[in-house]
């Protein structure tokens, strides 16, 4: 999943259920692109909303995009979330 990994932190809140995971390196595209299909995937329907809203793709766009969750690969997902979340790793 990663390319080149230096190091590793993580950080737990004692009086909350977060949790972070810094990992310091390089993501490789796929690996980057499947990220951001599970997360996606795992979002409620209406935060993907919001979500796409923001990579400013249009609401009924947006919407129509949602019915294909659970999303199989990166090529379902549109130039303008590619551009968003993906960036120079496309």
């Given at each position: 999943?990663?390319?080149r990994s230096v190091a590793t932190e993580s950080a737990t809140e004692p009086?909350?259920?977060q949790s972070r995971l810094r990992v310091h390196g390089e993501l490789v595209a796929d690996a980057h692109r499947a990220a951001v299909l599970r997360?996606?995937?795992l979002l409620p329907a209406e935060h993907v909303v919001q979500v796409l809203r923001g990579?400013?793709?249009p609401r009924q766009s947006a919407e129509e995009f949602l019915r294909q969750r659970p999303?199989?690969?990166g090529d379902v997902l549109p130039a303008?979330?590619?551009s968003a979340?993906?960036?120079e790793l496309r």
């Open positions: 999943m990663l390319g009086k909350t259920v997360w996606l995937d990579a400013r793709m999303f199989a690969d303008a979330v590619l979340f993906l960036g």
